[in-house]
């Protein structure tokens, strides 16, 4: 099983970056556009998991404590540098609640033998990706034109704003990887 950990989007919000993705998907038509459907804030990719252990991680994760922390979702990004865009994202700002969240996360799963993140948490919501979609910066980064126009376009417009939520869970989901792209299956709910 493929799995990972993350916070869904309030529906309104969702409706509000659907309408805007609509209007700018025609800018980067080469790139691979994430369905609005399958929109999270990813806390921790936990990656292949076998699933003899999933109660063990469920679990585990039921002791996980946290508290609801107001997420602003507003402007937009390249990963890893505008020039050698591969990842189009809107950002997301919030308090230390969604951060100490994350940590605690990572905590708890690490004592399961999963990998501790290396890098600090950094929330975002993935929009669209052109060649392999890895942010990471190597040194054969070259000037990539898959997302020129959309920059071009997004940097005529004001920066958009989709609205703020506080959410009461987290959930795992397991994800199925298909031709037509990835398919996100909502596991269980925890508590915040």
Same mark, same amino acid.
């Given at each position: 099983?493929?799995? !990972? ?8 919000i969702?409706?509000? @970056? ?14 691979r ?6 929109l999270? @804030? ?9 699933g003899?252990?999933?109660?063990e ?9 946290g ?5 602003? %979702?507003?402007? #937009?990004?390249? !990963?890893?540098?505008?020039? &050698?865009?591969?990842?189009?994202? @809107? ?15 990572d ?6 033998? @999963?990998?501790?993140e ?11 990706? #052109?060649? &392999? ?5 190597? $040194? &054969? ?5 898959? !997302? ?13 704003? %989709?609205?703020?939520? &506080? ?5 795992? =989901?397991? $994800? ?7 398919? =996100?299956?909502?596991?269980?709910? !925890?508590?915040?």
């Amino acid at each position: 099983m493929r799995l !990972f950990l993350a916070l869904d989007i309030d529906p309104l919000i969702r409706g509000r @970056i659907a309408q805007f993705m609509d209007g700018v998907r025609g800018f980067a038509p080469d790139a691979r556009w994430v369905s609005a459907e399958s929109l999270h @804030i990813t806390l921790k990719f936990i990656g292949e998991w076998p699933g003899e252990r999933l109660q063990e991680l469920k679990r585990a994760l039921a002791g996980v404590r946290g508290q609801p922390a107001e997420i602003t %979702f507003s402007g #937009t990004g390249f !990963f890893p540098t505008p020039k &050698s865009a591969r990842v189009f994202w @809107i950002g997301i700002q919030a308090g230390p609640e969604l951060a100490s969240l994350a940590g605690a996360v990572d905590a708890t799963t690490s004592v399961l033998g @999963i990998e501790k993140e290396q890098r600090p948490f950094a929330p975002h919501l993935t929009l669209a990706r #052109t060649g &392999s979609g890895r942010p990471r910066r190597v $040194s &054969s980064d070259r000037a990539n034109s898959s !997302f020129g126009r959309l920059q071009e376009k997004l940097a005529a417009m004001p920066a958009p704003a %989709f609205g703020t939520m &506080s959410p009461h869970e987290f959930l795992l =989901y397991e $994800s199925k990887l298909l031709p037509k792209g990835a398919e =996100y299956t909502k596991l269980q709910s !925890f508590p915040l």
